[in-house]
């Protein structure tokens, strides 16, 4: 907890800091990776640094932080920390890292806000960070000792044993130790990192969410290769680096830098119906999960709704339709932008999703996974339907500048 005095200093400041916090961030991480180039090429992920989307993430990660210990609500603050420690951990950040970011970030914070960072005002923000700072190094802590390795080592080389074509841009690769000893076992929805090593010199990594159940024993990831595009503007954007060369250089036989999963849009321990919406590549926790309710031939309402361009986009597509048959009371629901020559009938749409007919029993849980409009979207029609907000849990296939914004 903040001393009383800081927080008087916090709730001063919090307008101005708040106003400077997305050209604080930015500075921060041009200065620092100025001075630690290998932390951009190697740790980093390059394309949202391009593209600003960490930059924001991180700003408002520290604004909302700031605001929450001035108007508690620890649901809230446990929801943005545990997004960031379980990203962190799939990455292995160590606490020694906490102090070379708290340089950078307050070297930042003295250039971009100049006399009006007094010694007070510097305490302050110094206390507050260090107060996020431990919370998350306590959180990544009980991160690793659950997943059984120490602090920061969870990287581990595995073998892909099949590769699969999934739709016309995405395919699947099923890993498997390297000496036939089990892997690690995980929760549905849960994701892995991957480390690759580039034509350039650099080590990039994603994240790749986990397409099977953990029964399965092996873990499968799903790729989508991000084409090169063009943008409203008529700028155009690079092919997505990671997930090309995953396309173009894996294949059977293989071996990968990846890293023990972690996440935490999982589903939770209780017997509520279920929603579990995905739109595109979003579909791959979603299908985890289906696979773990298959599985355990689990009896509860189960609607589930997936959106995509066309059925020849659709990863995963069969085996969806084959995961809802096996389960009792399970329904599925398809919205496809471009049917082809193929007719509309039940639960099989053209257009956009449109939840207006879905009915919704009481205490459903939901689960979303897909672009960002796409999910907001939903969200809203999920709350219109009076889906408690704390019901709704979802992923975001990048830096999530939402969760701090959500109300
Ligand atoms: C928790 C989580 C789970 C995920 N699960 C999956 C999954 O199951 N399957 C899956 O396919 N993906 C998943 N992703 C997304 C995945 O991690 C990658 O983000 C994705 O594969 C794209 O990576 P890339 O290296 O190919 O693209 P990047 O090179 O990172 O590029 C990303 C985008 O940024 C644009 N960009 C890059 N540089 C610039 C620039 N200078 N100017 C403008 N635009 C630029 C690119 O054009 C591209 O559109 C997940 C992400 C997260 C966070
Ligand atoms: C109090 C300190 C910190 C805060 C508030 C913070 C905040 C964040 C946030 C908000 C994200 C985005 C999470 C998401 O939406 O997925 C993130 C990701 C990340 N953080 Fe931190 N972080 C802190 C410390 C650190 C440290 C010490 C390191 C190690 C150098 C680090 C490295 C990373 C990396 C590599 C990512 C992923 C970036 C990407 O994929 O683009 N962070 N952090």
Same mark, same amino acid.
């Given at each position: 907890? #903040?001393?009383?005095?800081?927080?008087?200093?916090?709730?001063?400041?919090? *307008?101005?800091?708040?106003?400077?916090?997305?050209?604080?961030?930015?500075?921060?991480?041009?200065?620092?990776?100025?001075?630690?180039?290998? %932390?951009?090429?190697? $740790?980093?992920?390059?394309?949202?640094?391009?593209?600003?989307?960490?930059? @924001?993430?991180? +700003?408002?990660?520290?604004?909302?932080?700031?605001? $929450?210990?001035?108007?508690?609500?620890?649901?809230?603050?446990?929801?943005?920390?545990?997004?960031?420690? !379980?990203?962190?951990?799939?990455?292995?950040?160590?606490?020694?890292?906490?102090?070379?970011?708290? @340089?950078?970030?307050?070297?930042?914070?003295?250039?971009?806000?100049?006399?009006?960072?007094?010694?007070?005002?510097?305490?302050?923000? &110094?206390?507050?960070?260090?107060?996020?700072?431990?919370? %998350?190094?306590?959180?990544?802590?009980?991160?690793?000792?659950?997943?059984?390795?120490? &602090?920061?080592?969870?990287?581990?080389?595995?073998?892909?044993?099949?590769?699969?074509?999934?739709?016309?841009?995405?395919?699947?690769?099923?890993?498997?130790?390297?000496?036939?000893?089990?892997?690690?076992?995980?929760?549905?929805?849960?994701?892995?990192?991957?480390?690759?090593?580039?034509? &350039?010199?650099?080590?990039?990594?994603?994240?790749?969410?986990?397409?099977?159940?953990?029964?399965?024993?092996?873990?499968?990831?799903?790729? @989508?290769?991000? =084409?090169?595009?063009? %943008?409203?503007?008529g700028s155009a954007t690079p092919?997505?680096?990671?997930? !090309?060369?995953?396309?173009? !250089?894996?294949f059977e036989g293989d071996v990968?830098?990846?890293?023990?999963?972690?996440?935490?849009?999982? #589903?939770?321990?209780?017997?509520?119906?279920?929603?579990?919406?995905?739109?595109?590549?979003?579909?791959?926790?979603?299908?985890?999960?289906?696979?773990?309710?298959?599985?355990?031939?689990?009896?509860?309402?189960?609607?589930?709704?997936?959106?995509?361009?066309?059925?020849?986009?659709?990863?995963?597509?069969?085996?969806?339709?084959?995961?809802? =048959?096996?389960?009792?009371?399970?329904?599925?629901?398809?919205?496809?932008?471009?049917?082809? +020559?193929?007719?509309?009938? =039940?639960?099989?749409?053209?257009?956009?999703?449109?939840?207006?007919?879905?009915?919704?029993?009481?205490?459903?849980?939901?689960?979303?996974?897909?672009? %960002? *409009?796409?999910?907001?979207?939903?969200?809203?029609?999920?709350?219109?339907?009076?889906?408690?907000?704390? !019901?709704?849990?979802?992923?975001?296939?990048?830096?999530?500048?939402?969760?701090?914004?959500?109300?």
């Amino acid at each position: 907890m #903040l001393s009383a005095t800081t927080k008087e200093t916090i709730r001063a400041t919090l *307008p101005a800091v708040g106003a400077a916090i997305g050209d604080i961030t930015t500075l921060f991480y041009r200065r620092m990776f100025a001075a630690e180039p290998g %932390l951009e090429r190697d $740790l980093f992920n390059r394309g949202n640094q391009q593209q600003g989307g960490q930059q @924001k993430a991180l +700003a408002g990660a520290i604004a909302a932080f700031a605001a $929450l210990q001035l108007e508690p609500d620890q649901a809230r603050v446990d929801l943005i920390l545990s997004r960031i420690a !379980n990203k962190h951990a799939s990455l292995g950040i160590q606490p020694a890292q906490y102090v070379i970011v708290h @340089k950078y970030l307050f070297e930042a914070i003295a250039e971009v806000l100049g006399d009006a960072v007094t010694t007070e005002v510097a305490a302050a923000w &110094d206390e507050l960070y260090w107060l996020m700072a431990e919370t %998350l190094i306590a959180m990544e802590s009980g991160l690793y000792q659950a997943a059984d390795v120490a &602090d920061g080592h969870v990287w581990r080389q595995v073998r892909v044993r099949e590769r699969r074509n999934e739709s016309d841009d995405a395919v699947s690769f099923v890993l498997t130790s390297l000496d036939d000893t089990a892997l690690p076992t995980f929760s549905p929805g849960q994701y892995l990192s991957v480390g690759v090593h580039l034509e &350039d010199g650099a080590r990039q990594i994603r994240q790749y969410s986990l397409s099977s159940a953990p029964s399965s024993g092996d873990w499968r990831v799903t790729v @989508k290769r991000v =084409d090169a595009h063009t %943008l409203p503007d008529g700028s155009a954007t690079p092919p997505g680096e990671v997930s !090309n060369f995953l396309y173009r !250089n894996l294949f059977e036989g293989d071996v990968l830098d990846v890293t023990t999963p972690f996440g935490d849009l999982v #589903l939770q321990d209780d017997d509520a119906p279920l929603l579990l919406i995905s739109a595109g590549i979003g579909c791959t926790p979603i299908i985890g999960m289906l696979g773990h309710l298959a599985e355990t031939a689990d009896p509860r309402s189960i609607s589930v709704i997936h959106a995509d361009r066309a059925p020849s986009s659709h990863a995963h597509r069969a085996e969806l339709a084959e995961l809802v =048959d096996r389960l009792p009371f399970a329904v599925m629901h398809r919205w496809y932008e471009d049917l082809g +020559a193929r007719r509309p009938e =039940d639960g099989l749409r053209e257009g956009r999703a449109d939840l207006g007919d879905i009915t919704v029993a009481d205490g459903t849980r939901a689960y979303l996974c897909g672009p %960002l *409009p796409f999910m907001l979207g939903v969200r809203e029609a999920l709350l219109d339907k009076g889906i408690a907000p704390d !019901n709704i849990h979802y992923e975001v296939f990048g830096p999530d500048h939402l969760a701090p914004a959500r109300s």
